[in-house]
Nanobody
Framework: QVQLVESGGGLVQPGGSLRLSCAASGFTFRSYAMSWYRQAPGKERELVAAITSASGSTNYADSVKGRFSISRNNAKNTVYLQMNSLKPDDTAVYYC?????????????WGQGTQVTVSS
């Protein structure tokens, strides 16, 4: 069955770094665009970073540009989020997302999330 399993979350001090991983299985990973979303308590889920399936083009939320970097390894069916210069506002549950578009339709999968807490 389809699985997206996130790992790498935890507690880090402001200014620190974390690297999140999302291991995918059960679908053709290389054909899917991959994204990281986050949701803080009382807030809506927001897109953090995305990477395309083909060219590997990336885009980022303004709040994380220059600090976060998304990458993927299609041989390992894994997508990563390198987070540097972390701030307390980055505290949230981070979710991995996979999506593939078929014309007007899309197939989408979500991971279960991993908690990131930035605090001194």
């Amino acid at each position: 069955q389809v699985q997206l399993v996130e790992s790498g979350g935890g507690l880090v001090q402001p200014g620190g770094s974390l690297r999140l991983s999302c291991a995918a299985s059960g679908f053709t990973f290389r054909s899917y665009a991959m994204s990281w979303y986050r949701q803080a308590p009382g807030k809506e889920r927001e897109l953090v970073a995305a990477i395309t399936s083909a060219s590997g083009s990336t885009n980022y939320a303004d709040s994380v540009k220059g600090r976060f970097s998304i990458s993927r390894n299609n041989a390992k069916n894994t997508v990563y989020l390198q987070m540097n210069s972390l701030k307390p506002d980055d505290t949230a549950v981070y979710y991995c997302n996979a999506v593939h578009f078929y014309g007007d339709y899309a197939t989408e999968y979500w991971g279960q999330g991993t908690q990131v807490t930035v605090s001194s």
